[in-house]
């Protein structure tokens, strides 16, 4: 069975999004007010002439006042860990609220949906799992100097599902039987020949984002559950087309 197109993937987000907009956005309203603050800030500077030559080669000659604010204490350091890491709760949380509602599956969306990976049900997984990568893209971000990064990005892509496959695996009762880091070998299996086709689904989001950006981040109240629900489609989509026959150790146990 042939993979959505990203067209299809697209209009499948809008379609699921019919008549629930208004919890989508509530559901987003953290990461939309975060990406207004970029947007407004992109277009203020644009718009006052903030980042002019004279500001942009003080930067150059001057690297270290530009990054000192950022990097001059371990505090600020677990800090920027610390702030990383709930983000990354919060997304998480978002998505498998979105996976439900793509799924039709009656289930409830709105603010509370980010927080999901705060609960008891998926807290510890979703901390050891996060922990786990962060050990994993620091040993590939150090190999991948060589490669001006580009290692780097594919493993970002290859462990890109590790988390929805966890909330699968959850769902369908099999979670318990495998270890944390099993779930980064199944997106890993998942994503293998699908990276390239997950990176073109990101960028072709990239133009909306940009819209985001110069509208003062106004855009953004509807681009970024967009954005969300085109990458969690993929992952839906993935997961019924090829898990059983990739990740037969989670997706082999559904039965039609």
Known sequence: MDNATISELKKG???SYKGNWGGVIKANIIPIVTSIM????????????ILNSKAISHAIENPTDSMSA??????????NF???AIVAFIAVGIQY??????KRKNQPIGFRTAFQAFTKKYFVSKLAIYILQFIFFIGWGILSIPTLGILYLVKTLAYSQSYLI????????VADKYEY???????????DGNKWRFFLVQLSTFGWWLLGAVTFGIAFIWVTPYQTGVFTNFYKDLAE???????????GTITE
């Open 82 to 84: 610390l702030w990383t």
């Open 97 to 102: 609220g979105i996976l439900d509602l793509l």
């Open 166 to 173: 966890y909330k699968d695996a959850t769902d369908l009762g």
């Open 70 to 79: 950022q990097f001059t204490s371990g505090f600020q350091a677990a800090s």
């Open 13 to 15: 987000v809008l379609k």
């Open 181 to 191: 880091v099993n779930f980064i070998t199944f997106s890993r299996r998942l994503m």
């Open 38 to 49: 970029t947007g407004f800030s992109i277009s203020l500077a644009a718009l006052v002439g």
């Open 241 to 251: 087309k090829q898990g059983a026959k990739k990740v037969s150790e989670v997706f």
